[in-house]
């Protein structure tokens, strides 16, 4: 069946140092994978996402790999800032439901 | 452009009642997708419309919640004699197609008395 794993489920860096998020999912015909960031009491907002063709995507101090292979997809935050705690969902998007599967989330904190 | 609006923001009811959350997806898309977040946890879906049609339902319970998306107007879920169980955040997200970047509303908080 359809399923997204994640972990790990809390994390806690140093400000300015990286955080990494892995998740791995199921269904081989995922083929897009996007990641949200939740804010207390707020919606998830997506930060950065990667189809299938691709094995990986940077923007600015956010990146994102892929293993096909594996089945496995990585969040990578480098030079973390306080701003950046909060909740963070990986998921799997299947073309032929569109349906989003999400991941169970990952509590990031920033220690000052 | 305004982004995926939910109203309202926050519902109480007591159980037995009846909840309608309304989504009003972005301009210009018509998908629609129905989330349930319940506290501490991730989202689960719910049910996918386009306009007039349901095209995925396997997240919905079988009895009580109900989803449509009309020809005019917004998306409705509707929770009939709902139980504390159902008390979540309810999030809509619209799609330009299928398959392209979902963007989430604000949700709707629900709270069973």
């Known amino acids: 069946g359809e399923n997204v794993e994640q972990h790990p489920s809390t994390l806690s860096v140093q400000e300015g140092d990286s955080a990494v998020i892995k998740c791995t999912y199921s269904?081989?015909?995922?083929?897009?994978f996007p990641w949200y960031k939740q804010e207390l009491g707020k919606r998830p907002q997506l930060i950065i996402d990667?189809?299938?063709?691709?094995g990986e995507k940077k923007d600015q101090r956010i990146a994102v790999t892929l293993n096909k292979t594996a089945k496995h997809f990585s969040l990578h935050i480098t030079e973390t800032q306080p701003e950046d705690s909060a909740v963070y969902f990986c998921a799997a998007v299947y073309s032929s439901a569109s349906k989003i599967i999400f991941g169970s989330g990952t509590r990031l904190s920033i220690r000052p | 452009n305004a982004g995926v609006m939910q109203n309202p923001r926050h519902l109480v009811r007591r159980r037995g009642q009846e909840a309608r959350l309304r989504c009003s997806p972005m301009k210009g898309h018509s998908h629609v997708y129905w989330y349930r977040q319940l506290p501490e946890e991730g989202l689960k879906f719910m049910v996918y419309l386009q306009k007039e049609n349901i095209i995925d339902e396997s997240g919905m319970p079988k009895e009580r919640f109900s989803a449509e998306f009309p020809k005019e107007g917004p998306s409705i879920l509707r929770i009939q004699q709902v139980v504390r169980g159902d008390s979540a955040a309810y999030f809509c997200?619209?799609?330009?197609?299928?398959?392209?970047?979902?963007?989430f509303g604000p949700g709707t908080r629900l709270t069973v008395l």
């Open positions: 269904d081989s015909a995922s083929n897009y």
């Open positions: 990667i189809r299938s063709n691709v």
């Open positions: 997200a619209s799609s330009l197609g299928a398959a392209d970047t979902q963007y």
